[in-house]
Nanobody, 129 residues
Framework: QVQLVESGGGLVQAGGSLRLSCAASGRTFRNYAMGWFRQAPGKEREFVAAISKGGGRTYYADSVKGRFTIARDNAKNTVYLQMNSLGPKDTAVYYC??????????????????????WGQGTQVTVSS
């Protein structure tokens, strides 16, 4: 199991930017594919972005494509989510998630909640109009 702690959330005006960080500990971070999800009030948790364990492959939800960027620094055991051009619809609690990837290729990423075993506690992002 890997422990995940998100940070970087806050209140921002529409059109602004935030960078979320997720620090991992407890296991070998470079062996884990990582993802970001979000949950708005009254809604289900939804996929935002994913990155393979080596960082070479990324994938985004259509709603954030072109605005958000996921990246990782395996030397710092951290995954990031750079969020630009934020709008009120981006308001949610953002969670990072980790899934062990035992494959040699390291090219997998995961896009559904059930594929991830480890979750952080979340960080609130609020975008005002």
């Amino acid at each position: 199991q890997v422990q995940l702690v998100e940070s970087g959330g806050g209140l921002v005006q529409a059109g602004g930017s935030l960078r979320l960080s997720c620090a991992a500990s407890g296991r070998t971070f470079r062996n884990y594919a990582m993802g970001w999800f979000r949950q708005a009030p009254g809604k289900e948790r939804e996929f935002v972005a994913a990155i393979s364990k080596g960082g070479g492959r990324t994938y985004y939800a259509d709603s954030v494509k072109g605005r958000f960027t996921i990246a990782r620094d395996n030397a710092k055991n951290t995954v990031y989510l750079q969020m630009n051009s934020l709008g009120p619809k981006d308001t949610a609690v953002y969670y990072c998630a980790a899934q062990l990837d035992r494959t040699y290729s390291g090219s997998y990423y995961y896009t559904t909640r059930t594929e991830y075993n480890d979750w952080g506690q979340g960080t609130q992002v609020t975008v005002s109009s």
